[in-house]
């Protein structure tokens, strides 16, 4: 196949190495080097695209990252499928296949070009304005049709099979930019033997000369997206997507760097001309038809006509002229154009007419001829446009630098350096004087000149805009979207400005400079995530008798980022039946559970008592060396934020637990107040949730279970009391609790040695017919008692007193956190919801956690609730449902019917005691 | 002019050129019955509803940048009512009900689209809260209903439910009416309504200072565009109250956070519905444009920079990713922050202060958006009769010395 367009010699392409590649389901040929773009328009393709409003048709405008019209996508396969790639970039690999997007039935003849016949209708804003009738015609009516209409490529329609890598790294210096300022700057650099990370998003920069330094890190494909503050950039590396076969490589890789200096080499971007008709397919910039030429050997058209305000087109001119294409005119805006590239055009006998511009061009899905102001009309293949550069500021602008503007230049440029940050060659405005033109292009006669080429929006939308009272050039760039396309406004910005600024009658810069926002080109979202997928999304913790449960059949629930056992169904019983059995066996005989996933904090010091006496609600002081007392938290409002069983061990260490999810809470509180409220204080804090495993042993059979295999402990221990000693030969402290209202123990051994103790207990209790219980047996077991959950049966709203807990409260104390908060009005006031037990009326029917409490069986809609049922379980000890909540003055309501809501209706239920079993608590002791 | 198809086809026979500014450029007058300090969503409601109904139109609404800005123009703009607690119930419905008819009555597309919100539930505790909400909202008269892994996937057909994953879907509540709208059309939408009631809205002007009288109450702003005289000065600025609030002496129990956003590349409609989930911490729709936008909670630390930190986004992305797998190779367009302003209870302020004559309407946080119409609207009350409507009745600024908290995050992140 021949490649029509293709130079004979020139260019970095490989010409020993065809590539076979389809586009919209025709093969193509290229070479390797190519991008999708390149290799298109070596075949005479410039048709690429559809506009995402008007469906016109749409060709490449550029030659890199700036691209608004040649948005394609690329698909190895339906999982392995990129919506909206600039063809621009895209690297050619045997076999790639690529599809034109946002066209029906195809690129050629596109039905949604109905648009641009009805354009007049569409413009700016016009969707503020009408759809709004009937009422709710716009959600059910419009919306859907504009929706299917809106968009541009395909999501891909499964799962992304592809892994994303992830690296941190820091250097002395990252240099943003391969060019030649970029290079420049890391030789300068280099023999100083810097950490040196330089950047470019290209396949291949000019480093051959850095290769000989090994302290530079040359990273191709690289995009820098992000400047954070200090100094923290993120770089986005593509690593496969240029492969005909990734094999099993990660296909990105984020890099996250901390730099001691940054320099930024990110270049200039040309900005094209805004005439009407300057979007049809074969206009382009001249500076990337000079780089089709250059780097690809490629005639961007064999009759080109130039239009442009700036000297850097000329060089184009020549580069195509001698490439063999017959470059029929150059109209220069400009009056007078002069310096040696125009010399340069002259004498290879190109016309150039001076103060001409093109007011119209003609051709469907190419550009056939153009029309110029003095009304001649030129044929043509190809239009190349130039209205000068725009320094690349957007890593310096994200990174809160402000920019100038320069009037004579007529574009921004970094005001200075940053502290470690500086800008260099074409970003910092170092550009040759070249000139330029910004605005719409004058003598126009009508029709469409657009300035954001992707999101089509035309001049007439800006100048609309303002008349229509958006002064501001955010409000003008969000009602007319230019700028929000997928690049950003790369090449519309400038123009859009202008073109506001000349309608406001006001000089540019005070119409002031949309904000430029991370990402500098758009980054695949898994880029992010990384490995953080499946398993690995979130750490799961496991208990140190997690294999022990899963092999005993346990079924597990999410608590926090643990697993922990929720129960051990046997033979075919369900969740209901295996939690009835254990909780029944644990009354009857003991059970077993894995209670290590509660947090543990040692608390040490000479002051950690009056420490923990500031923290907790209780006193501290006075408790025992040996002995427990359960402990309340609350927040500095004085609710109750977590609760847990308090060890004294000597008179300067504590061991104290806390909730399962509410173990790094309550440290980071500790440490807070430590650091910041208490910093005279004594104490040391270490969170040892891990190191010790925790095995509840409860039920009357408890103490029997222990009994052979603790020696140096003597097990009639009183209640809430801690021995240190051996258990099952390994070392341990041994406490004597209960959160389940029997006679019990929680063995505390290292979580290490947790499977030989657990294995030893087991199977002393299997003969005493106990079982393993998980966490749902539990919740019913110390409901029955009525024990509260923190975060079930509190919600940060509830005070000690509202659960009847008042008896923690230390009195006598001086101050603690939340103290104060409890003598506020709404904190004392009698009727507050407070903690009590509710029994349905029909014993058989366990209320829905969560239903609210009202006063009569039919509340009226909007009526007041009194409370809510905080939990809720069918008891297989009590032989009916139980239930706890939270009501207004529920404690002074004792006997009294209330109904609690369900789906459909209410039930009723009467309000008792919150302690439904073993009111007296004997059975603590056995 | 009337936005109507029929105005729209009149203006292009007349080659778009004839339609008149949207809101009239004006210049601060030395004095007004009323001067409102921010025109986001919030402020310019308010001005609207003070004209509208309660007559009152000397009124300047005062803008340090440009209209719709601040948070109004950064956030996901999802809007539901299904909140826990009775107050806040009624003050969102409220809003909700004016949602529903806004478009018309502003004659401006706000686009509000009921498309239904879904908040999904991860773990046991998850499924507690929901159905507490659940049941608060059934009997507040507010549609939530509880639905299986398998419809919220029959509503949602991009999300995962498999029961493999790290944090499997037990079920997930819904509110059908919930939604999003366009939020700077809402912000345009309340501007062209209040201009042209007689509203000034006054751009560029930032308020650096709060004028007292020896006795206390206020008598007018500074501002970088002279000092205005008004007895009647309404704060609503989002993450800037507290210093607004500060230059009348008042202390106000915020902080200030960094919130981020970011959008995808558009593309053809995957996604009809909103969907949430406060256990991954990450939520998501689609936008009519065809970006996927995406959001999470706050920034760690509290900040005036609207520069969240990469770690953030990147977590609510790992999140989306796992969420709907099928988007990982999508990409990101554009990434934000705003500064919200949170209260301890995580529910607005709206109301009087201790200074006479100085009114505050703050603390909206992540979720302000979805109050506009409401918060206006009961704001406007408020500043025109000297009393709260009853709706912000219990949202004051004395409930924070009270205890009388209304606390929104309380259900959802306590311990287990
Ligand atoms: C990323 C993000 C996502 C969000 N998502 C949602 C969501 O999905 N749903 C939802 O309901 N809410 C959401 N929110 C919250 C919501 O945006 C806000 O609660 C709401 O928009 C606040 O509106 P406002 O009018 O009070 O504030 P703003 O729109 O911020 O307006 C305050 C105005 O005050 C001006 N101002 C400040 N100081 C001064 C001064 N000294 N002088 C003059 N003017 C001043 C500011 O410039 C600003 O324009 C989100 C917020 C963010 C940041």
């Known amino acids: ?926 | 002019m009337r936005h109507s198809l029929f105005s729209i086809v009149r203006n292009a026979i007349g080659g778009n050129r004839g339609w008149p500014a949207q809101w009239r450029e004006a210049a601060p007058k030395p004095e007004y019955d009323i001067v409102i300090v921010g025109a986001g969503g919030h402020g310019l409601a308010t001005a609207y509803y003070l004209a509208r109904e309660h007559g009152i139109s000397n009124i300047a609404v005062l803008e340090k940048g440009w209209l719709g800005g601040g948070n109004t123009g950064r956030n996901t703009t999802i809007i539901r009512s299904n909140y826990l607690w009775e107050e806040s119930q009624k003050l969102y419905e409220h809003a909700l009900k004016l949602w529903e008819t806004l478009s018309q009555e502003l004659n401006y597309n706000v686009m509000y689209s009921p498309r239904g919100v879904m908040m999904l539930a991860h773990t046991v505790h998850d499924v507690q809260s929901a159905q507490r909400h659940i049941h608060a909202n059934r009997l507040g008269g507010i549609d939530n209903e509880w639905i299986t892994p398998e419809q919220a996937k029959a509503f949602c057909p991009l999300l995962n439910i498999e029961a493999n994953i790290r944090y499997p879907i037990l079920g997930a509540a819904l509110q059908r009416r919930g939604g999003v709208a366009r939020h700077d059309a809402v912000a345009w939408g309340y501007a062209r309504g209040a201009s042209a009631l007689g509203v000034d809205i006054i751009q560029n002007c930032e308020v650096t200072g709060i004028d007292r009288a020896p006795s206390g109450e206020v008598t007018g702003v500074q501002t970088t565009r002279g000092a205005i005289r008004a007895r009647r000065i309404g704060v609503v600025a989002a993450g800037h109250t507290s210093v607004l609030m500060a230059m009348a002496g008042v202390r106000m129990p915020l902080e200030s956070y960094p919130l981020q956003a970011l959008v995808s590349e558009p593309v053809k409609p995957i996604m009809s519905c909103v969907v949430m989930s406060n256990t991954v911490h990450a939520y998501m729709s689609q936008s009519d444009k065809g970006e996927l936008v995406i959001g999470a909670g706050t920034d760690a630390y509290t900040s005036y920079s609207q520069t969240g930190a990469l770690h953030i986004s990147a977590h609510t992305l790992d999140a989306i990713c796992e969420l709907f797998p099928a988007v990982r190779r999508m990409r990101m367009l554009r990434n934000w922050g705003g500064i919200v302003d949170v209260t301890p209870d995580r529910s607005p302020i709206i109301g009087k202060t201790p200074v006479p004559g100085l009114y505050v309407n703050c603390g909206w946080g992540t979720g302000g958006f979805k109050a506009t119409p409401g918060s206006g609207h009961v704001f406007a009350h408020t500043l025109a009769t000297g009393a709260p409507h009853k709706f912000n009745a219990p949202f004051t600024l004395d409930r924070f010395r009270s205890g009388r908290l209304i606390d929104e995050a309380a259900a959802a992140a306590v311990a287990h």
């Open chain 1, 1 to 926: 196949m021949t490649q029509p367009f293709r130079t004979e010699a020139g260019g970095q392409i490989d010409r020993s190495r065809p590539v076979r590649f389809s586009f919209d389901g025709r093969a193509y040929v290229g070479y390797a080097g190519d991008t999708l773009a390149s290799a298109l328009l070596a075949n005479g393709v410039h048709l690429m695209g559809r506009s995402y409003k008007y469906h016109r048709p749409r060709g490449v405008l550029s030659a890199g990252a700036e691209e608004p019209n040649a948005l394609v996508n690329v698909a190895r396969d339906a999982a392995r499928s990129a919506p909206n790639l600039r063809a621009t970039q895209v690297e050619l690999y045997e076999g790639l296949t690529a599809t034109s997007q946002n066209r029906f039935p195809s690129l050629g003849f596109d039905l949604g070009a109905i648009n641009d016949v009805c354009a007049p209708l569409l413009g700016a804003g016009f969707y503020y304005k009408t759809f709004m009738a009937p009422r709710g015609a716009w959600f059910k009516l419009y919306e859907p049709i504009i929706r299917h209409a809106a968009g541009l490529g395909r999501a891909p329609v499964a799962p992304d099979p592809d892994r994303y890598a992830n690296r941190y790294a820091h250097c002395d210096l990252l240099i943003a930019g391969g060019g030649p300022a970029g290079v420049q700057a890391a030789l300068e650099a280099a023999p100083s033997g810097q950490r040196i990370i330089i950047a470019d998003d290209n396949p291949g920069f000019d480093s051959a000369t850095l290769a000989g330094f090994a302290n530079v890190t040359c990273l191709p494909r690289t995009t820098v997206f992000g400047y954070f503050p200090h100094n923290f950039l993120g770089l986005a590396e593509r690593l496969t997507d240029h492969l005909a076969d990734p094999g099993d490589r990660a296909r990105e890789r984020l890099w996250q760097v901390r730099a001691k200096q940054v320099s930024l080499a990110t270049g200039a971007i040309e900005r094209p001309l805004v005439f009407a008709g300057n979007d049809r397919p074969g206009i382009m910039l001249a500076g990337a038809a000079r780089t089709y030429l250059d780097r690809y050997g490629v005639l961007v058209g064999k009759r080109v006509v130039v239009f442009t305000a700036c000297d850097t087109a000329y060089a184009a001119a020549v580069a195509l002229h001698r490439a063999g294409s017959q470059v029929v005119a150059i109209l220069d805006l400009r009056d007078s154009p002069g310096g040696p590239e125009v010399a340069a055009v002259r004498e290879a006998g190109i016309a150039v007419y001076p103060a001409s511009s093109i007011v119209g061009t003609q051709g469907r899905l190419r550009v056939r001829s153009v029309t110029t102001g003095a009304g001649l009309r030129i044929a043509c293949d190809a239009v190349l446009m130039s209205g000068g550069w725009t320094p690349s500021v957007h890593l310096y602008s994200q990174a809160r630098g402000k920019l100038v503007y320069d009037e004579e230049r007529q574009f921004f440029r970094p005001a200075g350096p940053l502290p470690g940050l500086r800008c260099v060659g074409a970003c910092n405005g170092d550009l040759p004087e070249s000139g330029g033109f910004l605005g719409v292009v004058p003598g126009q006669r009508g029709g469409p000149a657009f300035v954001d080429f992707q999101n089509d929006v035309k001049a007439s939308d800006i100048q609309g805009a303002v008349a229509e009272g958006f002064r501001s050039i955010e409000h003008v760039k969000r009602y007319t979207t230019t700028g929000m396309a997928t690049d950003q406004g790369k090449t519309s910005n400038m123009n859009a400005l202008a073109i506001a600024a000349q309608q406001l009658g006001q000089p540019l810069p005070s119409v002031g400079l949309t904000t430029f926002r991370m990402p500098y080109t758009p980054v695949t979202l898994g880029l992010f995530a990384g490995a953080a997928r499946g398993e690995l999304f979130d750490p799961v913790r496991q208990a140190p008798l997690h294999d022990w449960a899963q092999a005993a059949g346990a079924v597990f629930e999410d608590v926090g980022l643990w697993k922990r056992a929720r129960a051990f169904p046997r033979g075919g019983e369900d969740l209901h039946a295996a939690v009835a059995r254990e909780c029944r066996t644990v009354r009857e005989a003991a059970g077993l559970f894995d209670a290590s996933t509660l947090g543990k904090v040692e608390v040490v010091g000479p002051d950690a008592a009056e420490f923990l006496n500031r923290l907790y609600t209780n006193s501290w002081s006075k408790l025992a060396v040996g002995r427990c007392r359960y402990g309340l938290m609350l927040t500095e409002a004085g609710f109750v934020m977590d609760d847990g069983v308090v060890a004294r061990l000597t008179v300067d260490r504590f061991h104290v637990t806390t909730t399962t999810t509410g173990a790094p809470r309550v440290l980071a509180q500790m440490e807070d107040y430590l650091q910041t409220e208490f910093p005279e204080l004594k104490v040391w804090l270490t969170s040892t949730t891990e190191q010790w495993a925790v095995i509840a042993v409860q039920g009357p059979r408890a103490r029997a279970i222990l009994a052979p295999h603790v020696s140096d402990i003597d097990l009639a221990m009183p209640h809430m009391s801690v021995r240190e000693g051996r258990v099952a030969g390994v070392p341990a402290r041994l406490f004597r609790v209960s959160f389940t209202g029997e006679l019990g123990f929680e063995v505390n051994v290292p979580a290490g040695q947790a499977q030989r103790v657990w294995d030893v207990l087991w199977a002393e209790a299997v003969k005493h017919g106990a079982c393993a219980y998980g966490t749902e047996a539990m919740h019913v077991l110390r409901a029955e008692k009525g024990y509260i959950i923190v975060g079930q049966d509190t919600d940060g709203t509830v005070t000690p007193d509202d659960l009847g807990l008042g008896w923690a409260i230390g009195r006598s104390k001086p101050d603690f956190v939340g103290k104060r908060s409890l003598l506020r009005e709404d904190l004392i006031k009698a009727d507050r919801p407070q903690f009590v037990g509710l029994l349905t009326v029909d014993p058989v029917r366990v209320p829905e956690e969560g239903a609210q409490i009202v006063p009569v069986a039919a509340p009226a809609v909007g009526s007041h609730a009194l409370g809510h049922v905080t939990s809720a379980y069918s008891s297989a000890t009590l032989n009916r449902s139980i239930a706890l909540g939270l009501v207004e003055g529920g404690r002074g309501r004792m006997g009294e019917v209330v109904h609690l809501t369900t789906a459909s209706g209410t039930i009723p239920a009467v309000i008792a005691e919150p302690v439904f079993y073993d009111r007296e608590g004997g059975r603590l002791d056995g």
